[in-house]
């Protein structure tokens, strides 16, 4: 349908079904050509859209039916539900969300469907239902879901522009930010999830990713197999250079996070019989994201370290469960990366998660999986991963010496290295690298 006829259906029906004399048009009421209107308009779009009197879904995709079934059907495969902007419409609007189908004729409300939405998009239906107009009712029910499962509704959608994947979410966490289109997906995601930290006290947010079972932790002298060189860092290099960042680099890294829920550091404190907290904020900084957690430390070989880290959050399913982080920490520095499971073990892949979820018994039995005691720690967790520059290597090998620089306790540090993951690596460079790292 072109452009104009669109405009002009979207009137009648606006008009002429919920008396509307105003009409709002996200494809004709921006001027896309002025960079101010267009950031004004993201940051502003979800207000728009939550103090509206009706918002229009228009399905160009789905065909008129008579029969239930086959509308059903036909919505379930319409491109409206992969598309990353469509989810603040869907979720944004206190009143209500009516669909039309390509030939402008109802196919139902959020309110009727709710169900059959809740299903197709794993949003709770809890916030698609109608809150009777009420907008800070219907804010409420939207902010007490964690921050981990509010991403997880992005996941798999799509946008024209890459960066639009985190600004079409900013709205949904009530942050505002600067547009810059150019910056690159990942770090326009990186830039929201900092904004978010600085509003909220969800550990949920570093959650992502898969989950192993306690069951699947090894105790530490797992992680210790036998080296034939002189060069015992093998093992920490290998850790270094996989997936070693606290946060995410897309809203996909989520899509295993529906059904985590935030708690208080204080409970999580309590249940490990720990000293009363002092610092229960956590922020961005230069060396990372500085926060406090419960800490154990698993052992170490020469003078790098690991540990594992409880966050104050746990899972729908079973509120005992804790969700945790393995650890690696930069010698001479409160510095620490984040470690895959899969990483630790040098010969098998099996097993990639990145978190582990323990249950209360878990928890309650110390060894074999924790061999020493929990501690609260003030550490930073650097919240991506860089490329070491060449001075941080000896022989093919990282060199635990050169990290010392890096710590924030105000000892001088050399220039910063290149800010490229592994993943940007020309796949022969990565392979390079990686057969250097690889035990023999």
Same mark, same amino acid.
């Given at each position: 349908?072109?452009? !104009?006829? $669109?405009?002009?259906?979207?009137?009648?029906?606006?008009?002429? $079904?919920?008396?509307?004399?105003?009409? !709002?048009?996200?494809?004709?009421? *921006?001027?896309?050509?002025?960079?101010?209107?267009?950031?004004? =308009?993201?940051?502003?779009?979800?207000?728009?859209?939550? +103090? @509206?009197? *009706?918002?229009?879904?228009?399905?160009?995709?789905?065909?008129?039916?008579?029969?239930?079934?086959? +509308?059903?059907?036909?919505? +379930?495969?319409?491109?409206?539900?992969?598309?990353?902007?469509?989810?603040?419409?869907?979720?944004?609007?206190?009143?209500? /969300?009516?669909?039309?189908?390509?030939?402008?004729?109802?196919?139902?409300? +959020?309110?009727?469907? &709710?169900?059959?939405?809740?299903?197709?998009?794993?949003?709770?239906?809890?916030?698609? %239902?109608?809150?009777?107009?009420?907008?800070?009712?219907?804010?409420?029910?939207?902010?007490?879901?964690?921050?981990?499962?509010?991403?997880? !509704?992005?996941?798999?959608?799509?946008?024209?522009?890459?960066?639009?994947?985190?600004?079409?979410?900013?709205?949904?966490?009530? %942050?505002?930010?600067?547009?810059?289109?150019?910056?690159?997906?990942?770090?326009?995601?990186?830039?929201?999830?900092?904004?978010?930290?600085?509003?909220?006290?969800?550990?949920? *947010?570093?959650?992502?990713? %898969?989950?192993?079972?306690?069951?699947?932790?090894?105790? !530490?002298?797992? #992680?210790?197999?036998?080296?034939?060189? =002189?060069?015992?860092?093998?093992?920490?290099?290998?850790?270094?250079?996989?997936?070693? =960042?606290?946060?995410?680099?897309?809203?996909?890294?989520?899509? #295993?996070?529906?059904?985590?829920?935030?708690?208080?550091? /204080? $409970?999580?404190?309590?249940?490990?019989?720990? @000293?009363?907290?002092?610092?229960?904020?956590?922020?961005?900084?230069? #060396?990372?994201?500085?926060?406090?957690?419960?800490?154990?430390?698993?052992?170490?070989?020469? @003078?790098?370290?690991? #540990?594992?880290?409880?966050?104050?959050?746990?899972?729908? @399913?079973?509120?005992? &469960?804790?969700?945790?982080?393995?650890?690696?920490? *930069?010698?001479?520095?409160?510095?620490?990366?984040?470690?895959?499971?899969?990483?630790?073990?040098?010969?098998?892949?099996? /097993?990639?998660?990145?978190?582990?979820?323990?249950?209360?018994?878990s928890l309650q039995s110390r060894r074999p999986i924790f061999p020493s005691a929990w501690k609260l720690s003030t550490i930073y967790i650097r919240d991506y991963v860089p490329v070491p520059s060449a001075a941080l290597w000896t022989n093919g090998y990282l060199n635990p010496t050169a990290y010392q620089r890096t710590s924030p306790r105000g000892i001088e540090r050399p220039r910063p290295p290149s800010p490229y993951l592994f993943a940007n690596l020309p796949r022969g460079m990565l392979s390079r690298l990686a057969s $250097?790292?690889?035990?023999?």
């Open positions: 349908m072109s452009g !104009w006829s $669109k405009v002009e259906n979207a009137c009648a029906v606006a008009l002429q $079904k919920h008396q509307c004399e105003w009409l !709002w048009m996200d494809t004709c009421c *921006i001027d896309k050509g002025s960079s101010a209107e267009l950031s004004e =308009a993201i940051n502003s779009m979800f207000t728009w859209y939550l +103090r @509206s009197k *009706i918002c229009l879904a228009y399905l160009n995709d789905v065909p008129t039916c008579e029969n239930l079934v086959e +509308r059903i059907r036909h919505m +379930r495969a319409s491109r409206w539900f992969t598309r990353g902007w469509t989810l603040q419409e869907l979720i944004a609007p206190a009143q209500d /969300v009516v669909f039309l189908s390509k030939d402008w004729v109802k196919l139902g409300t +959020r309110c009727d469907l &709710a169900s059959f939405l809740a299903d197709l998009t794993q949003i709770d239906r809890g916030v698609l %239902v109608e809150s009777g107009g009420r907008q800070d009712w219907h804010l409420a029910r939207l902010r007490a879901i964690s921050v981990a499962e509010r991403m997880s !509704w992005a996941a798999g959608r799509d946008t024209t522009r890459p960066e639009d994947k985190a600004y079409s979410l900013m709205g949904l966490f009530d %942050v505002n930010m600067p547009v810059l289109y150019g910056e690159g997906a990942d770090k326009a995601f990186r830039r929201l999830q900092q904004e978010i930290i600085r509003d909220s006290f969800d550990h949920s *947010i570093f959650a992502w990713g %898969v989950r192993s079972p306690s069951s699947n932790f090894p105790p !530490w002298p797992y #992680y210790q197999p036998k080296v034939k060189h =002189a060069h015992s860092d093998k093992l920490v290099c290998r850790l270094f250079w996989s997936h070693g =960042a606290l946060l995410a680099s897309s809203p996909d890294d989520f899509r #295993y996070s529906a059904g985590l829920k935030g708690e208080s550091l /204080v $409970k999580l404190t309590d249940a490990l019989r720990l @000293s009363d907290i002092g610092e229960p904020h956590f922020y961005p900084t230069n #060396y990372g994201i500085r926060i406090q957690l419960p800490l154990c430390f698993l052992g170490a070989r020469d @003078s790098w370290q690991l #540990y594992h880290a409880l966050l104050a959050c746990s899972t729908l @399913s079973d509120p005992d &469960a804790r969700i945790g982080l393995l650890l690696l920490r *930069i010698p001479g520095t409160d510095v620490y990366y984040c470690m895959n499971i899969s990483d630790l073990e040098a010969r098998s892949s099996e /097993v990639r998660s990145r978190a582990v979820e323990h249950s209360k018994l $250097k790292l690889w035990f023999k």
